[in-house]
């Protein structure tokens, strides 16, 4: 049944005791699992509410993906990646690597779910073997973090995003020959300063339409402009769109939902949003204020339903989590 | 208890003290020729403010402590942010203070009363104090020079000599490149050069007969000492160093900035600071303490080593501070804020004893729990550990002010 992107109902809210930034459901869609300041993961079951904390991890979880069937892949700042089988009562641990030396700031799995690929913050970007971890490929090495990949559904391409000084930088690569097919600069969402000599800003999430027509990356416009997302042509590298909030801060995260609308999340020092957009529109279709930064959100598999993480606090200092589902009405 | 004895520093006093002897009066040309080398000082000064919780103070897997490990050291039982694993394999060469308390959450305010040693205005920072207090008869060359890049926030020169005068301010390097001003303009040749240095002696002079003495002659040092870096440019010219070396210090600005200062000391200035941009990570702390501290961890094991390795580092003290820490509370945009209240620095080299970890914060890292420092304290201990007597007074202008703050005192725990 199709939804309206402008109605959406608060189902579940669970608090927790750190920060959260980063959720997915799982395949089946019977669990939401997020992660934040601290090591552990959080699971909960979507019918019941049931809550509960899968250990694995050494340091904060900053990025999750659906991966296959029965598969949710999770990497955290040490640069380490867990798969957690999904398929039974509760996620399981199927098997955990090194991935990096480094924090992993960036996750994708392939449309198909056999493969997945990961980006660290000292710019490195591997291919791996969704079932069992395997690296199949040292992928590149920019000079750049990477912030943000995306495997082609056409199995041919993955794109990067990387985090460089005043020219975050969006690469579409032909992933057999290893070339750059296309580059496009992507300066406004660049918050660099020389005073610092530090890029402020960049580029903190990538991700395509269903189709991969589009790519979509998220941050802020300058050093202190409003959340932004940015659409992009994936063949030509034409903006196709810019989604900018009214809020002054970072859009985290930017996900397409099947019926072809985009929902993204964005937060400021002391509060958060969510937005609802039509990718051929400059206006938002419905925005929803939270109490604090909306750092993540997670379309379920079933398009019904959607997850966004928060980080609560007083003021700039956030000290609990929050993780909510919410429902699209018709 | 504070020293009643010294009426004054001279130059020649300040050396008789550093050599160790009673008074200027017993002071004789072959002391001098029979000294152990000059201590000199060497300051790499995180501006904005480091991490203390990534650097020397973690404390992982508490509320505040932020998603990165601690790791082993060359200390038993010592542990320090992973971001610094080639720093953790010569803890056993430093002395860490994790007690500092400068209650200072501001950059204007924190560059300069941790330099000055003291809150209270007017006084020389630590570089000023120490060309001051260092300084030998013959000296040409400045007594204090400041590498850093350009375009800094303005904080970051905050403070110089203060009562001490012009001659003794810092000498500002940016971006490598000598003063400006240092190469002589073409078409002036070196005798107009000489005419025109004689005009502005004789000029100096005449102005001398009715003017007091003390700006004059700080004037007349800074030529001097332009003069004398005409004649060393080779100092600045990092070409001479191998590319093998330059990679090793790094290519980044500190990188390059921290060789060039171990030239500067090895051609005999008593002092030079090295700042560091910029570790003010209100937002992103980790990524930001991330890059830092890879430039920084390279970059200072390289110089230790390399002063060591040319015996530079008994006679030299390593000062590694900044303004202020970093809140232990983490913001929403990722960033640690500006703390004062328990935050670290520190030290390797001349008069500091190796292997020393001081003073402890409590579990989430917000407050000083033993062994508190301040920042009068600590300028205590970089004097003394320099051989300066820092309960001696100035006495300047028909002022008495004391070089190092009365109510504080040298931390003992980490002097060798």
Redesign the interface.
């Known amino acids: 049944m199709p939804v309206s992107p402008a109605k959406s109902k608060l189902l579940i809210e669970h608090k927790h005791d750190v920060p959260l930034m980063s959720c997915v459901f799982s395949p089946n869609g019977r669990h939401l699992l997020a992660g934040g300041r601290d090591s552990g993961v959080v699971c909960i079951e979507v019918a019941s509410g049931k809550k509960t904390l899968l250990a694995g991890h050494e340091s904060w979880v900053g990025e999750m993906a659906r991966a296959g069937d029965d598969l949710v892949l999770t990497s955290d700042y040490t640069g380490c990646v867990i798969a957690w089988d999904c398929s039974g009562e509760l996620p399981a641990l199927r098997w955990k690597l090194p991935a990096h030396p480094s924090t992993v700031r960036a996750l994708a799995v392939s449309a198909d779910g056999r493969t997945f690929a990961t980006g660290d913050r000292d710019g490195n970007v591997r291919l791996w073997q969704s079932g069992d971890g395997k690296m199949m490929r040292e992928f590149i090495k920019n000079e750049h973090p990477i912030y943000g990949l995306a495997l082609h559904p056409d199995g041919k391409r993955i794109i990067t995003a990387d985090r460089r000084p005043q020219k975050p930088t969006i690469q579409v690569w032909d992933i057999s020959s290893g070339k750059e097919l296309l580059k496009i600069e992507v300066p406004e969402l660049s918050g660099y300063r020389r005073v610092e000599d530090i890029e402020w800003g960049g580029i903190r999430s990538l991700t395509l339409s269903p189709d991969g027509s589009l790519i979509l990356v998220s941050g802020r416009a300058g050093y202190d402009g409003p959340a932004t997302t940015l659409i992009y042509e994936t063949t030509s590298g034409k903006l196709h769109r810019k989604l900018s909030s009214t809020l002054k801060g970072f859009c985290y995260s930017a996900r397409c939902h099947r019926d072809g609308w985009v929902m993204t999340a964005s937060g400021e020092l002391a509060k958060g949003e969510f937005r609802a957009w039509k990718t051929d529109q400059d206006q938002s279709l419905a925005d929803t204020a939270t109490a604090g930064p909306c750092t993540a959100l997670d379309i379920h598999p079933d398009s019904s339903r959607f997850a966004i993480t928060q980080a609560i606090g007083k003021g700039s200092y956030p000290e609990t989590g929050v993780l909510a589902i919410y429902e699209w009405q018709a | 208890m504070r020293h009643s004895t010294i009426a004054s520093i001279t130059r020649r006093e300040a050396i008789a003290r550093t050599l160790g002897l009673a008074g200027a009066a017993a002071m004789a040309p072959s002391a001098l020729a029979t000294s152990p080398h000059r201590k000199q000082l060497l300051v790499l000064f995180l501006s904005?403010g480091a991490s203390q919780l990534e650097t020397w103070d973690p404390k992982p897997?508490t509320?505040f402590g932020?998603?990165?490990?601690a790791i082993n050291t060359s200390l038993d039982g010592v542990r320090i942010g992973e971001l610094l694993p080639r720093t953790a394999k010569i803890m056993h060469r430093l002395a860490v203070v994790r007690s500092v308390n400068s209650n200072l959450p501001d950059h204007e305010k924190g560059h300069y009363a941790i330099q000055a040693g003291r809150l209270a205005p007017g006084y020389p920072v630590l570089g000023s104090a120490v060309a001051k207090l260092l300084e030998q008869p013959g000296d040409i060359l400045p007594g204090y020079i400041t590498l850093r890049?350009d375009?800094?926030?303005a904080y970051t020169d905050t403070g110089d000599a203060g009562f001490l005068g012009a001659k003794y301010e810092g000498v500002r390097v940016i971006n490598g490149l000598p003063p400006d001003n240092l190469i002589v303009p073409a078409g002036i040749n070196a005798a107009a050069l000489q005419t025109r240095d004689a005009a502005r002696r004789a000029a100096d002079e005449r102005f001398l007969r009715t003017h007091a003495r003390s700006p004059i002659n700080g004037y007349g040092t800074t030529f001097d000492q332009a003069s004398a870096l005409m004649q060393r440019r080779e100092i600045f010219d990092l070409k001479a160093e191998s590319p093998k070396d330059v990679e090793r210090y790094g290519r980044h600005?500190f990188g390059q900035n921290c060789m060039l200062a171990r030239r500067l000391l090895e051609a005999g200035v008593p002092c030079v600071r090295v700042v560091h941009?910029?570790w003010?990570a209100h937002?992103?702390n980790?990524?930001?303490h991330?890059?830092r501290c890879a430039e920084f961890d390279r970059t200072f094991v390289t110089l230790l080593d390399d002063l060591e390795q040319r015996g530079m580092l008994e006679h030299t003290l390593v000062v590694v501070t900044g303004e202020m820490g970093r809140?232990p509370?983490?913001?929403?945009?990722g960033g640690r804020d500006h703390w004062g209240r328990a935050w670290s620095m520190a030290m390797a080299g001349c008069g500091i004893k190796q292997g020393v970890v001081h003073g402890m914060t409590n579990d989430l890292g917000t407050e000083v729990k033993e062994d508190e420092v301040g920042i009068g304290d600590l300028f205590h201990t970089y004097l003394t550990a320099l051989g300066i007597d820092s309960s001696a007074d100035y006495h300047l202008n028909g002022q008495t002010n004391p070089v190092a703050d009365p109510a504080a005192g040298p931390i003992k725990a980490v002097l060798a």
Do not use: A, C, E
């Open positions: 904005g897997g509320k932020g998603p990165f490990r890049r375009g800094p926030k600005d941009f910029d003010d937002q992103d980790f990524y930001w991330q890059m809140t509370q983490i913001n929403n945009f």
